[in-house]
């Protein structure tokens, strides 16, 4: 099973990001959003782990112990892929405790999953299809969101399943502080 491990979002910052999208000028760019239901924070991308595996995970990150935390996401970006925009993000304001816990689910998986892989802390939006990128560049240069703090308290295991070119993402498990 393919699965990974994330924060889940408040309903009302959800929400939030769910206007965001909507409120997209389409003349720049097609986007395929990231639904709604969808929308988290990745903490650590796990891939294909079998049965034994997610058991030996499930026991190892319960004995992550962390101090709850806010964060507060800012400044809608852009990812690139070959000097190309691929991907529109929310961005997130006050990094020091979300990496503290990446560091620390990276470290206790480190004999499970061995695999290095570079942490960027923030809400992916949608996958851009088609654009026109220089003003496209210049309209998300000039919009401004940001959300009210949120309490982080939990990290969650989770499932991802591809079901008709769509996302399913189940939780597996939680895992509070």
Do not use: C
């Not at 939030?16 to 990745?42: C, E, G, M, P």
């Not at 319960?62 to 964060?71: A, S």
């Amino acid at each position: 099973m393919k699965s990974f491990i994330s924060l889940e979002l408040p309903p009302e910052i959800k929400d939030n990001l769910f206007n965001l999208q909507n409120s997209f000028d389409k003349r720049y760019a097609k986007i395929q959003w990231v639904a709604k239901k969808n929308l988290h924070i990745t903490l650590k991308q796990l891939g294909e782990v079998s049965d034994s595996e997610l058991d030996i995970i499930q026991k190892t990150l319960g004995n992550i112990v962390f101090e709850p935390f806010t964060l507060k996401l800012v400044n809608v970006k852009l990812f690139y892929k070959n000097n190309n925009p691929s991907v529109i993000y929310v961005d997130i304001f006050s990094k020091k405790d979300i990496i503290s816990l990446q560091q620390k689910i990276d470290a206790e998986l480190l004999q499970i999953s061995p695999h290095i892989q570079i942490f960027s802390s923030h809400v992916s939006l949608g996958r851009i299809k088609l654009i026109k990128k220089e003003k496209f560049k210049e309209y998300i240069s000039e919009l401004k969101f940001s959300s009210k703090e949120f309490l982080i308290d939990k990290f969650t295991l989770m499932e991802s399943v591809s079901a008709k070119g769509n996302q399913k993402y189940n939780i597996l498990k939680k895992f509070n502080k």
